[in-house]
């Protein structure tokens, strides 16, 4: 049975929180990669910055919906939710929009579990790690890659 560290791409190109959203987005297209672990001085896993949080930050606002009842004026889309997106089409740096809860493996978990981790949690990559140390990661197209090797 395949495992993580089977399939891993162990040169893992990584990202600081200081780095610049400019910086993230020549990276990511000279680099040919879809995201990148966000890590600390140390090469600490932080978090994690994808495609999909810089093209969130170049979406247009949101105007909440508000609703009167009676005499009252209801907002239809959370404080929190409306203060996230202006944070996000604010951003300058990584540290800005990155995402802290990222869904890591070791290099000891099966293919089939990580595939499974993909689909239903629906991101597209994963660090491999061992504690906070990036031993490697794994995308999409590394599990389609170990499915195509393993029918031959």
Same mark, same amino acid.
């Given at each position: 049975?395949?495992?993580? !560290? #089977?399939?891993?791409? %162990? #040169? ?17 297209? &000279? @680099? @040919? ?8 001085a140390k090469g600490e896993l932080l978090g994690i910055v994808?495609?999909? &949080?810089? /093209? !969130? ?10 609703? !009167? ?5 209801? $907002?239809? *889309?959370?404080?929190? $939710? ?7 089409? +604010? ?7 990155y995402r802290k809860d990222v869904i890591t493996v070791s290099? =000891?978990?099966?293919?089939? *579990? /990580? +595939?499974? /981790?993909?689909? =239903? *949690? ?12 990036? %031993? ?5 197209? &590394? /599990?389609? !890659? ?7």
């Amino acid at each position: 049975m395949l495992k993580a !560290r #089977d399939i891993m791409t %162990k #040169d893992v190109i990584t990202t600081g929180l200081s780095s610049t959203i400019e910086e993230l987005a020549r990276i990511l297209v &000279d @680099k @040919k990669i879809s995201g990148t672990p966000v890590v600390n001085a140390k090469g600490e896993l932080l978090g994690i910055v994808t495609e999909n &949080d810089l /093209i !969130r930050k170049n979406k247009r606002f949101h105007i909440p919906t508000i609703l !009167r009842l009676f005499d009252a004026y209801i $907002m239809l *889309q959370s404080q929190s $939710m409306i203060e996230e997106e202006i944070k996000a089409m +604010a951003a300058v740096t990584v540290g800005d929009i990155y995402r802290k809860d990222v869904i890591t493996v070791s290099e =000891e978990t099966a293919v089939d *579990q /990580i +595939a499974t /981790i993909m689909s =239903e *949690q629906r991101v597209h990559l994963v660090p491999v790690v061992e504690g906070k140390t990036i %031993k490697g990661i794994i995308g999409k197209i &590394d /599990i389609i !890659r170990a499915l195509s090797l393993g029918s031959r």
